[in-house]
Nanobody, 123 residues
Framework: QVQLVESGGGLVQAGGSLTVSCAAS????????MGWFRQAPGKEREFVAG????????YYADSVKGRFTISRDNAKNTVDLQMNNLKPEETAVYFC????????????????WGQGTQVTVSS
């Protein structure tokens, strides 16, 4: 079982930037896709971005295209989500997740979750 630990959350002003990171252990990260999700209070979890094991294929939700960038370093077993021009409504707990299949852009395939890191965007 791959273990995931997120970090890098915090408080940022609207329009600001923040990068959250996820460290994976237990299996070489290059063998599986990784994704970032977020969940705001009272809302359903939202699939934000996904990246294939190789890093060649990337998915973004429409709401973050052009502002968020997902990247991975397979040598370090990490995946980052750089977030620019953040909005107050993007305040949420951000989770990283993995899956066993190649479906980097399919939210339903992700099943292994980290504990999450809080991102708060002030207006």
């Amino acid at each position: 079982q791959v273990q995931l630990v997120e970090s890098g959350g915090g408080l940022v002003q609207a329009g600001g930037s923040l990068t959250v990171s996820c460290a994976a252990s237990g299996r070489p990260s290059s063998s599986f896709p990784m994704g970032w999700f977020r969940q705001a209070p009272g809302k359903e979890r939202e699939f934000v971005a996904g990246i294939s094991g190789s890093g060649l294929f990337i998915y973004y939700a429409d709401s973050v295209k052009g502002r968020f960038t997902i990247s991975r370093d397979n040598a370090k077993n990490t995946v980052d989500l750089q977030m620019n021009n953040l909005k107050p409504e993007e305040t949420a707990v951000y989770f990283c997740a993995t899956q066993k299949g190649p479906y980097y852009n399919d939210a339903s395939k992700y099943y292994n979750w980290g504990q999450g890191t809080q991102v708060t965007v002030s207006s």
